[in-house]
DNA sequence: ATATAAATTTAGCCTTGACTAAAATAAAGT
DNA sequence: ACTTTATTTTAGTCAAGGCTAAATTTATAT
């Protein structure tokens, strides 16, 4: 049986393949951190995951997801997405909130539900933070955006995408007045890797971190 | 910690303790069968719940709840209703298949969910299938409502609540025409226990049995 | 090339919440 | 009152999914 915490490790093993961030080799110990257990935790999941074939596995040599495992990895982040976006858009959540209680409820809901959420937020394909959201088939499409931190000064840019991974930092974009396709340039950027100043649409320019910009994705304009 | 099974056993618990088909003792074995466990189970489970004084449990006895245990029960059914009247309401779920789903749900949800979906049904005191709802404050209004198997020929009387044991039961109920609030009129009752011919508000008379008439609970009219 | 450090796995243990089989207690019938 | 039956509890297992400590393997640095 599918187990929540099996469909929690496939997901985030599913996202350490395809994630911006880190588009390497799933190790044990990665996958540990992410799933917030130890690593002789992770290797031991690792190894049922891999005895039903859900995953292929050299041992000290990290995962692959296999055809199985990654379906239920695009379900259960389908699950996900949509939940947040029906939070987000029906029941009025803050864009930092909605991923905690999605993360439980992810795992609760039925096909019924999952269908008729999907309905009524018109079968949606990119979710609360600019996700893309799979679709019944598990067909995703993968995207790839600049980070805002690597555009040049001057240049302009609509907002994609955000990072969901911290609730502060989510709260902190929001308080800047940045929301999915709002527009914004770059004032300022400062040396050696220093903050980048910041005029958002119907904003006070302000001055951001690199740390919060290396999680802000974007398209160019012109 | 609560487990979403400890959460289980107190809920089942305050439904037998003050439901309307058996008003008694509390057993293990009783509380077995409505949990669908051995009452092997049940005792360690029982065991557990009194050592950390959710409940009074005498050996051989059966149990009482104490105040913590009440108050948790009294929170879970809640989560349970309200997320079964938002199926109904806001996504439109059927009558029989709002239990199934909030059954699962009803564990996984916040505070701010609930707070959520209690504003936006309007701080709703009665349920999907007319049961009351407790309040935030674990205030809840016990109801006594005569059983339609119960009700003479001739007379009439509104339906107030239905029982939502049986997902196929609800089904029929709902083919027949029931709904809260409906008018119905007990056209004829067969001697010997027999079945009694209903006639709902704008449909064709219906003869039900007595099993069905005694899970529908009315408000006699008049 | 080898010694040390870092990552990974193994071994053994714990808790939760089920289960079965056997023992103990309570209830019922003569 | 005593025997039979039904209910309940006890004792001992099991699977999941964590954990720590020890052993092993891989990577890194002289």
Redesign the interface.
Known sequence: MISQSIEDYLKVIYKLQHGSDAPNQVTTSILAERMGVTAASATNMIKKLAEVNLLEYAPYRGVVLREAGERIALETIRHHRLIELY?SE????SWD?VD??AE??E????E??EE??DR?LGHPTIGAHGEPIPDKNGQIEEQTYARLSDIDRGQRAVVKRVSDRDPAMLRYMNDVGLQLGIMVKVCEKAPFKGPITLLVEAHQPRTLGLEVAHHIFVDLVR
């Open positions: 939070l029906a029941l009025g959540y909130a905690a209680e439980r409820l795992h609760a809901i039925s019924e539900f008729r959420i009524m």
